[in-house]
Every structure is written in structure tokens, then in C-alpha cells.
């Protein structure tokens, strides 16, 4: 075998190495899949218990409004099927700028004690 040939061989060994990590999920790409983590339907609460977390936590709601301007609360069902009863809180913020300001306040407050997840509209 020529070197050529070895090199040629060993690049395109490692191609597919790498490109096997990627769409195996080894190794992710940025801008691809979800930034959020979210629990799986079968673990999410109740749309009960949701509503009843935002009613007894209305501080929340009004020191997020005055932290982030144009946030919205509300009750979200994600699932469908079997766990169509199963939600968490939205927050709705307008850009990715209320976004990143969202997730400082949640990293210095308490929340509602649900899963939360923030949606850019």
C-alpha cells in the first residue's frame, strides 16, 4: 500500500469515527437539539397541581414580572396521549435577551416549586 493510499484510509476512518459520534449524540453540535431538559411526561405534575402552584405562589409571579419585562406565566400541557393531565409552568418572554435575564432571576429566587420551562415568542 502506498501512503497515500494509508493516509486516505486513515482519514476516512476517523470521518466516520467522528461522524458516528455526532448522530449518535457522543458529541453535540451547537444550535442542534434542545437547550432544555425537561422531565419526562410520566413524571410531571398534575395540570392541578400546576394551577395550584402559581395561585399560592403569586409573589412569584409579580417579583418575575417586575424582573423581566413582558413575561408571561401560565399553565402548559406538553403531553399528549396518557398524560394529557400532565403540565408545568410556561413563562413566555419576548426575546433572548428576557430570556437570559429570566434564567438569572431563576438561578437567585425561588419558583414554584414545578417543573418551569421559558418559551421565546
Given amino acids: 500500500m502506498s501512503r497515500m ?8 476512518g476517523g470521518l466516520a469515527l467522528a461522524a458516528g459520534a455526532v448522530l449518535g449524540g457522543f458529541v453535540p453540535l451547537p444550535g442542534l437539539g434542545s ?3 425537561r422531565p419526562p411526561c410520566n413524571a410531571l405534575p398534575s395540570v392541578g397541581e400546576v ?3 402559581i395561585e399560592e405562589h ?4 409579580s417579583s418575575l414580572r417586575d424582573a423581566v419585562d413582558g ?3 401560565s399553565v402548559a400541557r406538553p403531553c399528549d396521549g396518557a398524560h394529557a393531565d400532565r403540565a408545568l409552568v410556561r413563562v ?3 426575546d433572548g435577551d428576557a430570556r437570559d435575564e429570566l434564567t438569572r432571576w431563576l438561578g437567585t429566587h425561588d419558583a414554584y416549586g414545578v417543573p418551569l420551562e421559558i418559551e421565546v415568542s
Fill in 92 to 94: 413566555t418572554v419576548t
Fill in 35 to 37: 437547550s432544555q431538559a
Fill in 71 to 73: 413575561a408571561q406565566v
Fill in 51 to 53: 394551577t395550584t402552584a
Fill in 5 to 12: 493510499t494509508i493516509a486516505l484510509a486513515t482519514l476516512a
Fill in 58 to 61: 403569586t409573589e412569584v409571579t
